[in-house]
């Protein structure tokens, strides 16, 4: 009898302890697979973002960056052109021959004026204008200027004196013929030295004659003599005179009726 119970104690020990290890394994397992999950959905939701954030941040970037290759504004200059408001800070230039060209000015853009922007007209030096001032007169009419521009933005509009100056009987520009070297100023103000060093500025028209024996621009179809030159453009005389050159100049009441290099 004794040893039947020990028996029976002894099994039901084992089977006691089986059913323990059993439970104890598989809530050790359920543990491990909870965790897992946790760790697992974590990581994903961690990629997520970061895949969502860089996609967010990369199409943001290539907009910035096409936006910035786009914007290709104009640069080149505008010469003897009509300047016309359009809206705040943006402005036309017209110029004969040529396709109309907007700009807008910067808190940078130098402005000049001849009486009609600002200054007086018939003044030798022109006048630093201000914005306000550039769009106060060119909402009331077109101005003639000469238009310098980068990437679209104005770096210098300079009024142009020719329509202004020197029209009445009170006008006292320098009249007479110089001989001697021709140097650049400003767009349309030029200045010729005579043998002695004196200086004596000058403007340039429309009507202005611009003559060139192969230093302001190449003599071409000139003829034997090579008498009548060629006709040069405002663009050549610039360009001739940033280098300097020597000319026979004709000017009448400040401005210069004709120019014609020395050959």
């Given at each position: 009898?004794?040893?039947?119970?020990?028996?029976?104690v002894v099994a039901a020990t084992a089977i006691t302890a089986g059913l323990l290890m059993t439970a104890c394994q598989?809530?050790?397992?359920?543990?491990?697979?909870?965790?897992?999950?946790?760790?697992?959905?974590?990581?994903?939701?961690?990629?997520?973002?970061?895949?969502?954030?860089?996609?967010?941040?990369?199409?943001?970037?290539?907009?910035?960056?096409?936006?910035?290759?786009?914007?290709?504004?104009?640069?080149?200059?505008?010469?003897?052109?009509?300047?016309?408001?359009?809206?705040?800070?943006?402005?036309?230039?017209?110029?004969?021959?040529?396709?109309?060209?907007?700009?807008?000015?910067?808190?940078?853009?130098?402005?000049?004026?001849?009486?009609?922007?600002?200054?007086?007209?018939?003044?030798?030096?022109?006048?630093?204008?201000?914005?306000?001032?550039?769009?106060?007169?060119?909402?009331?009419?077109?101005?003639?200027?000469?238009?310098k521009m980068k990437n679209g933005i104005a770096t210098l509009v300079t009024e142009r004196r020719a329509a202004q100056?020197?029209?009445?009987?009170?006008?006292?520009?320098?009249?007479?013929?110089?001989?001697?070297?021709?140097?650049?100023?400003?767009?349309?103000?030029?200045?010729?030295?005579?043998?002695?060093?004196?200086?004596?500025?000058?403007?340039?028209?429309?009507?202005?004659?611009?003559?060139?024996?192969?230093?302001?621009?190449?003599?071409?179809?000139?003829?034997?003599?090579?008498?009548?030159?060629?006709?040069?453009?405002?663009?050549?005389?610039?360009?001739?005179?940033?280098?300097?050159?020597?000319?026979?100049?004709?000017?009448?009441?400040?401005?210069?009726?004709s120019i014609r290099d020395d050959h």
């Open positions: 009898m004794n040893r039947h119970l020990r028996n029976a598989n809530g050790s397992d359920d543990n491990a697979a909870g965790k897992s999950g946790k760790g697992s959905t974590s990581v994903a939701e961690k990629a997520s973002d970061s895949k969502g954030s860089t996609g967010s941040k990369g199409s943001h970037g290539a907009q910035g960056s096409q936006g910035s290759t786009n914007s290709k504004g104009v640069s080149g200059s505008f010469t003897d052109g009509k300047v016309t408001y359009l809206a705040p800070g943006k402005y036309i230039v017209s110029v004969p021959g040529k396709e109309d060209q907007q700009f807008l000015v910067a808190d940078d853009t130098e402005v000049y004026g001849a009486g009609t922007v600002c200054g007086e007209a018939g003044a030798k030096v022109d006048a630093p204008c201000t914005l306000d001032q550039l769009e106060a007169a060119t909402k009331k009419d077109a101005v003639s200027a000469d238009v100056q020197d029209t009445g009987s009170d006008s006292k520009g320098v009249n007479g013929t110089w001989f001697g070297n021709v140097s650049y100023l400003a767009p349309g103000k030029y200045t010729v030295s005579d043998m002695k060093g004196v200086e004596q500025q000058f403007f340039i028209a429309e009507d202005t004659e611009i003559r060139g024996y192969d230093d302001i621009c190449d003599a071409v179809n000139t003829g034997a003599g090579g008498e009548g030159g060629t006709e040069c453009t405002e663009a050549e005389l610039e360009a001739a005179a940033k280098k300097g050159f020597s000319a026979e100049v004709v000017i009448s009441n400040g401005i210069a009726t």
